[in-house]
């Protein structure tokens, strides 16, 4: 099984730049994902990573260090608009996801 | 249809009820999943389905039943509902394989079991 952790709450300024933090324990692994989901709404998908290192989206990037079960989501130049809770999600060796519980983010003007 | 398509969007039911969650795509996607999200849980994986014909078990399947006669449809099944059973549902679906092959979610479906 997994076992994956996530701040619950995180609250920053619009324009500011916001890191969410995601650790796992797994007995497989193939791959990570973030996803966002806004209230009310289906999640949707931000990013994969399979890799260590860091890949770039626009203003959201994610790293990954699989010898840490550590990733992290990097939301750069806040908008209101990401306002959202974003899912940690991480693949075992079957290709099915386990979620964190997930981060709500709070943009602030 | 353009997606993954949930019904009902919102059930109030009776505990001891039956009932049938409908999802459909039109993806053509192998993989389709159920999954329940309550709050503080996160979402959790109720069955799976890696292609026409087979089924699995996810992490909390008990209560619940799927059948997988096509590509496109993957309904769950609630024989009788229990209160515990009150979440919001969401199908989702994703290509076979390595690679990113994310999931695409549903709108979801928001059950309350009385």
């Known amino acids: 099984g997994q076992n994956i952790d996530q701040p619950t709450e995180m609250t920053a300024t619009e324009g500011a730049i916001v890191q969410i933090n995601c650790t796992y324990q797994?007995?497989?692994?193939?791959?990570l994902f973030w996803y966002q989901q806004h209230a009310g709404e289906a999640p949707t998908f931000l990013s994969y990573n399979v890799l260590d290192g860091l890949e770039e989206k626009g203003r959201f990037s994610s790293f990954l260090s699989r010898s840490k079960g550590y990733s992290y989501l990097l939301l750069k130049e806040l908008q209101m608009k990401d306002s959202a809770s974003y899912l940690c999600a991480v693949r075992d060796g079957d290709y099915k996801l386990s979620f964190g519980a997930g981060t709500t983010v709070t943009v602030r003007a | 249809i353009a997606g993954i398509t949930q019904a009902p969007t919102s059930q109030i039911l009776a505990a001891g009820r039956r009932m049938t969650l409908r999802c459909t795509q039109d993806m053509r996607h192998n993989a389709m999943y159920w999954y329940r999200q309550d709050l503080g849980l996160g979402l959790r994986l109720i069955h799976y389905?890696?292609?026409?014909?087979?089924?699995g078990k996810g992490e909390v399947p008990d209560g619940y039943s799927v059948s997988r006669a096509n590509t496109d449809d993957f309904p769950l099944t609630l024989a009788s509902a229990v209160p515990s059973q009150t979440s919001v549902y969401f199908c989702?679906?994703?290509?076979?394989?390595?690679?990113?092959?994310?999931?695409?979610f549903g709108p979801g479906t928001r059950l309350t079991v009385l």
């Open positions: 989702a679906s994703s290509p076979e394989g390595e690679g990113s092959n994310e999931q695409f």
């Open positions: 797994t007995s497989g692994f193939n791959g």
């Open positions: 389905s890696n292609t026409a014909g087979t089924t």
